[in-house]
């Protein structure tokens, strides 16, 4: 394995580890990753089984015979509990239920008579990647750990790829070295005892959304509480966003009810129209028992801090990096205050809500009603009638539609309506994107066109949970970044069981133009007072970026200078440079910079840390 740099340090909240098989070839590969700080769980035999770094309290194992379970990370399980599920055990089939039944977010990883299972979360917040390493099948919850014991480098039509904007289903789950693989997060892998053969095996499925809001609203309730309370139940003290928004503020108001003492985090806005502190204190005033501390939006980092600083160890580009400074700076404040972890209501967008896109399917099975909904949502969203009735006419299959959008790479970003009620945004390549780089996305596109499946045939859940697993990709490396800063953060309504009580409702109840996130507010009533659930927006904090814009143009031109894209030939480094000495210009709305500053600062993170090495420049 890579000699391990201080970010990949065995802090609470950043575990990670690799697993072996129960035979010699496999041992022999793990002794290369015996380094100081890492722990090892044993086989009964005593060859390793999980070898890699973790906080105690983030594993719970069992053995029972020749079976070995271990649960890595958020689960409120105690290790009687899993031993009684270890001797039960006859199949690893059989762990699909168990891992549907237990709450958290978590790996789930089993020894049964030699073969293995290793599954992560059908959110995608928890991942699992393999390859063959010295002629054995090894799992490990990050690729780069694979990757460092290959001495692989960065695929360069992978790194083409993520330049697009976005990164579309399946392109974007791709490891980004060749020779390894990644687990689907609704699969399991399995390995065969002597290590040779592995398979992926279906382990979740997303619920039918057949519940009405009312039968759903009380099991959503029980499941965010559910999650809030396998953070809190150990009490000490944790912290929590208190944006003023609904999803944060329902986490508060959950933990409020726990042992643990809470102290609610505001970071107002620099908008003057932003009203977030507003409802943020309307909260505060019904938490008596909860300090609430207000931070100063001046002092706050803008989008674009810090870029040429970056040196956390991450497995993938990620846009994360541009709001990184701004997630991690009230951290160590929180930590001082005794805060033992940082929960933040991220994901409640992506589950509480749910695309239009299902409108779609509801435009044909329920007409009239969809006519109806439809009339609103164009209200709503400035959509025009004719961009609408071309969206809803567009029956593409999945691979078709991706397929078509490899030629189309170079057009203007498409129509909000054709975006929200088709398979998701198509992907786009800029100006600065060489042709060469254009012809490897082009390649990759068709390529995964001619087999790719949707997450769902429903366009509305396949884009629910192509959103789902789009967040979990940046919350995971957010993770890893606060567990280094030294607060770890926790995300509950990005927990399994809170995602399928949400998607279990039916989307016409969830998704309307007459009412902001029917479902959450119908769940925490009781719990959130009315006022609170009474807001029906959010702000945008688009002032924030175009200010951090602004005043980092010369860390965006430092950026570009000595581009490691440029040296692969993948981008225009002039271009970007011109870009960045004119932060106004229109070409810059809509994030469109963030896929390419994502590549660009993770390759600069590999030269930077002991991870992996980056590709050599091209001649």
Request: aromatic share 6%.
């Amino acid at each position: 394995m890579t000699e391990l740099h201080e970010s990949a340090g065995a802090g609470p909240g950043d575990a990670h580890f690799a697993v072996f098989t129960d035979c010699q070839d496999a041992a022999a590969v793990a002794r290369s990753l015996s380094l100081p700080g890492t722990q090892t769980l044993e086989h009964a035999s005593g060859r390793p089984w999980l070898v890699g770094q973790w906080h105690d309290q983030e594993i719970v194992s069992a053995r029972a015979g020749r079976t070995a379970l271990a649960v890595i990370g958020c689960c409120p399980t105690d290790a009687a509990e899993l031993e009684r599920h270890a001797g039960r055990l006859r199949d690893l089939a059989e762990l699909d239920a168990l891992a549907r039944a237990l709450p958290g977010s978590f790996h789930l990883v089993a020894a049964l008579d030699g073969r293995l299972r290793v599954q992560g979360t059908a959110s995608g917040l928890r991942l699992v990647f393999h390859a063959p390493v010295a002629g054995v099948h090894v799992a490990a919850s990050r690729a780069d750990v694979l990757a460092a014991m290959l001495g692989a480098t960065p695929d360069e039509e992978q790194l083409a790829v993520r330049l697009l904007w976005p990164t579309p289903h399946p392109l974007a789950q791709e490891p980004m070295w060749r020779g390894i693989t990644s687990v689907a997060p609704h699969d399991a892998l399995i390995v065969t005892a002597d290590g040779r053969t592995v398979r992926h095996s279906r382990w979740w499925t997303p619920p039918e959304p057949v519940r009405t809001l009312d039968d759903g609203a009380p099991l959503v309730r029980e499941a965010l509480a559910t999650a809030v309370d396998a953070r809190t139940r150990q009490g000490g003290v944790v912290s929590c966003d208190l944006s003023g928004g609904l999803d944060s503020t329902s986490l508060c108001f959950l933990a409020d009810r726990s042992p643990a003492r809470v102290v609610a985090s505001t970071w107002p806005g620099r908008d003057p129209a932003d009203t977030d502190l507003y409802w943020a204190e309307q909260a505060a005033r019904s938490l008596p028992d909860v300090e609430h501390v207000v931070w100063d939006a001046d002092a706050s980092p803008l989008v674009y801090t810090d870029l040429l600083g970056i040196d956390d160890l991450l497995d993938e580009p990620t846009i994360g990096v541009m709001d990184r400074s701004r997630v991690l700076h009230h951290l160590p404040g929180l930590a001082e205050r005794g805060s033992r972890l940082h929960m933040t209501g991220i994901g409640g967008d992506h589950v509480a809500w749910c695309s239009e896109a299902y409108y779609h399917r509801l435009a044909r099975t329920r007409p009239l009603f969809a006519l109806r909904q439809l009339r609103g949502f164009r209200a709503l969203w400035q959509w025009p009638l004719g961009g609408t009735a071309r969206a809803l006419a567009d029956s593409r299959p999945y691979g078709k539609w991706l397929a078509d959008s490899s030629r189309h790479l170079r057009d203007p970003l498409p129509a909000t309506v054709s975006t929200s009620l088709g398979w998701g945004m198509p992907p786009r390549l800029f100006d600065w994107v060489t042709a060469d780089a254009e012809q490897l996305v082009r390649m990759s596109l068709r390529e995964a066109g001619a087999h790719a499946v949707p997450l769902h045939p429903d366009r509305g859940l396949h884009a629910d949970l192509e959103q789902i697993r789009s967040c979990t990709r940046i919350i995971r490396q957010w993770d890893r970044m606060a567990a280094r800063a030294g607060l770890p953060m926790a995300s509950p309504f990005l927990d399994d069981r809170v995602i399928e009580a949400c998607l279990a409702v039916r989307p016409s109840e969830r998704v309307t133009p007459w009412q902001y996130k029917p479902l959450l507010t119908a769940a925490m009533s009781g719990i959130v007072p009315d006022a609170c659930l009474r807001r029906t927006n959010k702000a945008a904090a688009s002032m924030d970026a175009a200010n951090g814009l602004r005043e980092h143009r010369a860390d965006l031109l430092a950026l570009w200078e000595g581009s490691r894209l440029e040296q692969l030939g993948l981008v225009d480094a002039a271009a970007l440079r011109r870009l960045a000495q004119r932060p106004a210009t229109p070409e810059l709305r809509d994030a469109v910079l963030y896929s390419t500053i994502a590549a660009e600062v993770w390759l600069r993170g590999l030269d930077r840390t002991g991870g992996p090495k980056a590709p050599a420049a091209s001649p």
